[in-house]
């Protein structure tokens, strides 16, 4: 009889996150922006998409998060989040599934928050929608989730206002807001690009954390390749709605194959990233 210890064990992870193929087009013009985009994510790996301005990093965001603006669809492919093929899904089907499975933090904290109402409610009013808690456990989860996200004081900055809070501090909020109900995916499009340096090593090191500590799997989008070596397993590089190169990061980032990747490189090279580059080849 066979021992149990030499069945093969099944290592394959389902994904959390898989986009195949997927074609994004402008009804009105016709015009194709993003031309054939395929990734898959498992959870608590990282997934980096860069390119320059305009090459259709935030139209593939919105995409599998169900939002395109007005007048833009998914022409071909697919998108499964967590085994749904969001295609498939209701209007209220895709708002559940925003937040509960798939959230997003920005660039620009502040527009996401409402000015006149203090910061930590608007946390827990997430908590409570989205978790159906009451207001006291929803108030007390919120003080949990500024505590996660590294707020040194959550009473105090629970009670404030939008403009009484630092860039790095609002989007701390915002992670907190976008990781109130647990999802399985964050995606962090340009979301460090407007902070300083400090900070933005500080809010790539929470990302991480979450990464490490829940299995969140995050899809990273930065303009950015020092961000992007510093946080993810594979990466995708972008230009004109195409993917020209994608791989392993630092597959991509040490053996780059195509020549705008190369030329990406080179332009970041002051930035820091033959700092990072040297580390990781040591
Ligand atoms: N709301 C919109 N209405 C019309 N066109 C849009 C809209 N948003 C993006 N586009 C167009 O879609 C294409 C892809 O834009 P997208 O925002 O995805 O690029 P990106 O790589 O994220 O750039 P950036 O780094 O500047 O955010 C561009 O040609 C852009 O002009």
Same mark, same amino acid.
């Given at each position: 009889?066979?021992?149990?210890?030499?069945?093969?064990?099944?290592?394959?992870?389902?994904?959390?996150?898989?986009?195949?193929?997927?074609?994004?087009?402008?009804?009105?013009?016709?015009?194709?922006?993003?031309?054939?985009?395929?990734?898959?994510?498992?959870?608590?790996?990282?997934?980096?998409?860069?390119?320059?301005?305009?090459?259709?990093?935030?139209?593939?965001?919105?995409?599998?998060?169900?939002?395109?603006?007005?007048?833009?669809?998914? #022409? $071909?492919? %697919?998108?499964?989040?967590?085994?749904?093929? !969001?295609? =498939?899904?209701?209007?209220?089907? &895709?708002?559940? +599934? @925003?937040?509960?499975?798939?959230?997003?933090?920005?660039?620009?904290?502040?527009?996401?928050?409402?000015?006149?109402?203090?910061?930590?409610?608007?946390?827990?009013?997430?908590?409570?929608?989205?978790?159906?808690?009451?207001?006291?456990?929803?108030?007390?989860?919120?003080?949990?989730?500024?505590?996660?996200?590294?707020?040194?004081?959550?009473?105090?900055?629970?009670?404030?206002?939008?403009?009484?809070?630092?860039?790095?501090?609002?989007?701390?909020?915002?992670?907190?807001?976008?990781?109130?109900?647990?999802?399985?995916?964050?995606? #962090? $499009?340009? %979301?460090?690009?407007?902070?300083?340096?400090? !900070?933005? =090593?500080?809010?790539?090191?929470? &990302?991480?954390? +979450? @990464?490490?500590?829940?299995?969140?799997?995050?899809?990273?989008?930065?303009?950015?390749?020092?961000?992007?070596?510093?946080?993810?397993?594979?990466?995708?590089?972008?230009?004109?709605?195409?993917?020209?190169?994608?791989?392993?990061?630092?597959?991509?980032?040490?053996?780059?194959?195509?020549?705008?990747?190369?030329?990406?490189?080179?332009?970041?090279?002051?930035?820091?990233?033959?700092?990072?580059?040297?580390?990781?080849?040591?």
């Amino acid at each position: 009889m066979t021992a149990l210890t030499e069945i093969p064990v099944e290592t394959t992870v389902d994904p959390v996150l898989a986009v195949r193929d997927v074609r994004i087009r402008g009804q009105v013009d016709g015009r194709e922006i993003v031309k054939g985009v395929s990734f898959t994510l498992a959870p608590g790996k990282v997934v980096g998409i860069v390119g320059e301005s305009g090459s259709g990093k935030t139209m593939t965001c919105r995409a599998v998060l169900g939002i395109l603006p007005p007048r833009f669809e998914v #022409a $071909d492919g %697919a998108i499964h989040v967590a085994g749904q093929d !969001v295609s =498939a899904l209701s209007q209220a089907e &895709l708002t559940e +599934l @925003r937040g509960s499975t798939i959230s997003a933090v920005f660039q620009d904290p502040a527009s996401y928050l409402n000015p006149s109402i203090p910061v930590g409610k608007q946390v827990a009013e997430v908590v409570k929608v989205k978790k159906g808690f009451g207001r006291r456990a929803a108030r007390q989860r919120a003080l949990e989730l500024l505590a996660a996200v590294r707020l040194r004081d959550p009473e105090l900055v629970y009670g404030q206002y939008a403009h009484e809070l630092s860039g790095g501090m609002l989007q701390r909020v915002l992670i907190a807001a976008a990781i109130a109900a647990d999802p399985r995916v964050l995606i #962090a $499009d340009e %979301a460090t690009t407007a902070l300083d340096v400090t !900070v933005q =090593a500080e809010i790539l090191d929470l &990302l991480a954390d +979450l @990464r490490d500590d829940s299995g969140l799997a995050l899809v990273v989008v930065s303009h950015d390749l020092a961000v992007v070596a510093q946080l993810c397993d594979e990466v995708l590089v972008m230009r004109d709605g195409e993917v020209v190169e994608q791989g392993p990061t630092s597959r991509v980032l040490y053996q780059p194959e195509h020549e705008y990747t190369r030329l990406l490189i080179s332009e970041h090279e002051q930035y820091g990233l033959d700092r990072f580059l040297a580390r990781e080849g040591s």
